[in-house]
């Protein structure tokens, strides 16, 4: 695995992406979206997970460079991050992954605010072959009506954010808008993915998502 830097040019400033490359050429990319900390050690060593499977990882930085070291930080910066923002982000992504690597075919995926992200750019960008987004937050009907990339949502029985019922509004949308969407829920709590936070990773449920997105992954890509 080779580990590279991406830089990205958007209308409110410079960032980067964080590039995990598999050793072998990658046909397909992933594009993951951090979770509200930043792209910090936990968000490089999912990319690495994924190219380790032999997909090109590209997790665009939506904070420019900040990490947030605490809850509050996390939360502010976050609530700071316009919609409209975080999504161009998401395609200048694209777009320099296609003329810097020569991938054509992604899916993106996750966490948290990730996951808020991933599902809406998979719904706007038609781009995206397939989705995986975490216990995000789900769009509002207009934008969840045009989704078309067959989508593999997660999400945690026990989430006080990302709770049953807002799960539940996510599968009635579903059968109202014939959306190709799957729904798996965990007897976990938010977060539960992220092996960092002993407080909420639940080592079972991990293990069978991550299992399933490679398989939903390898289907569509």
């Known amino acids: 695995m080779k ?3 991406l830089k990205l040019a958007t209308s409110r400033g410079a960032t980067t992406a964080y590039v995990a490359r598999p050793d072998t050429e990658a046909t397909a990319g992933v594009i ?10 936990h968000i490089r060593d999912v990319a690495g997970r994924y190219a380790n499977e032999g997909y090109l990882c590209v997790a665009p930085d939506l904070y420019r460079g900040k990490v947030a070291a605490d809850p509050d930080e996390a939360s502010a910066l976050m609530h700071a991050l316009a919609i409209d923002d975080g999504m161009e982000t998401i395609r200048k992504a694209i777009d320099a992954t296609k003329e810097n690597y020569g991938v054509q ?3 993106i995926t996750g966490y948290c605010m990730g996951g808020t992200f991933a599902l809406r750019a998979a719904c706007e960008l038609p781009e995206l072959a397939a989705a995986a987004p975490f216990y995000g937050d789900i769009p509002e009907d207009r934008v969840l009506a045009k989704l078309r ?3 593999l949502f997660i999400a945690g029985l026990r989430d006080a954010w990302i709770n049953p019922e807002k799960v539940s509004g996510l599968k009635d949308a579903a059968r109202k808008f014939n959306l190709p969407v799957e729904v798996v829920s965990y007897d976990a709590d938010h977060a539960f993915f992220n092996d960092t936070r002993p407080q909420v990773y639940s080592a079972e449920a991990a293990a069978d998502a991550w299992r ?3 398989a939903h992954f390898q289907t569509n890509l």
């Open 149 to 151: 990339a067959p989508t």
């Open 105 to 107: 075919r992604f899916g």
């Open 32 to 41: 993951l979206i951090q979770e509200w900390w930043g792209i910090n050690d």
């Open 3 to 5: 580990v590279e830097t």
């Open 212 to 214: 399933r997105v490679l």
